[in-house]
């Protein structure tokens, strides 16, 4: 995007330690990093894709073959989920970790007209599907199944209507719960009852 400056240095990293390796979201581009020396990380691939404004938050499926990219268009204060926006806008895209190959990108299935993007987010472990939870501002916490990421499908959402309405800053799945980091509310805890997440593994 023209709109984004060259960038040095990576805002967030997530670490895949099975596998020895980093996901780094760098603002103008995703990188993949080697760090079976973690003194000397190296870099093995770079992903570029015009449709994503600004790399922001990494997370890795748990068993190591997809890694997802959040685009934090409109860095948080902007609207992202209007009709115009959809379906790529302010996603989360899905690449597959042995090829660099796109996937398919992961929007809230719904309009919102205030400041909404994808923020940090992770998978939910020990079970066969992959189940994303994710924080999204305004629109609050939703919980996707990207098993197949051309066709993700939500499965879950909270957006809590106030007062103080949702503005989740962080969501993340821990031990059967969901945690909420929202920055007017505070910390929200969910519960989620699914057959998607049955089996799920306490850490």
């Known amino acids: 995007s023209p709109l984004l400056q060259d960038t040095n240095g990576c805002h967030d990293i997530s670490v895949l330690t099975p596998s020895k390796l980093a996901a780094s979201a760098c603002l103008s581009v995703g990188q993949l990093w080697d760090i079976s020396d973690p003194t000397n990380p190296v870099p093995i691939r770079t992903f570029t894709a015009p449709q994503?404004?600004?790399?922001?938050?990494?997370?890795?499926?748990?068993?190591?073959?997809?890694?997802a990219f959040g685009d934090e268009a409109g860095g948080g204060g902007l609207p992202r989920c209007r009709a115009e926006d959809f379906p790529e806008t302010g996603a989360v895209w899905i690449f597959d970790v042995a090829t660099g190959a796109q996937l398919g990108p992961y929007k809230l299935p719904r309009l919102l007209a205030t400041t909404c993007t994808m923020h940090n987010f992770n998978?939910?472990?020990?079970?066969?599907?992959?189940?994303?939870?994710?924080?999204?501002?305004?629109?609050?916490t939703t919980v996707a199944d990207l098993s197949d990421p051309a066709n993700p499908v939500e499965i879950a959402f909270y957006q809590a209507a106030g007062p103080p309405a949702a503005n989740a800053?962080?969501?993340?799945?821990?031990?059967?719960?969901?945690?909420?980091?929202?920055?007017?509310?505070?910390?929200?805890?969910?519960?989620?009852?699914?057959?998607s997440l049955d089996g799920a593994t306490n850490l």
């Open 52 to 67: 994503v404004r600004a790399w922001h938050s990494a997370a890795f499926t748990w068993d190591g073959e997809r890694v």
């Open 123 to 140: 998978f939910v472990p020990g079970i066969e599907r992959d189940v994303l939870v994710s924080s999204a501002y305004t629109a609050g």
């Open 169 to 195: 800053w962080s969501s993340y799945w821990h031990n059967g719960f969901i945690y909420a980091n929202d920055i007017v509310r505070g910390l929200d805890v969910y519960s989620v009852d699914h057959p």
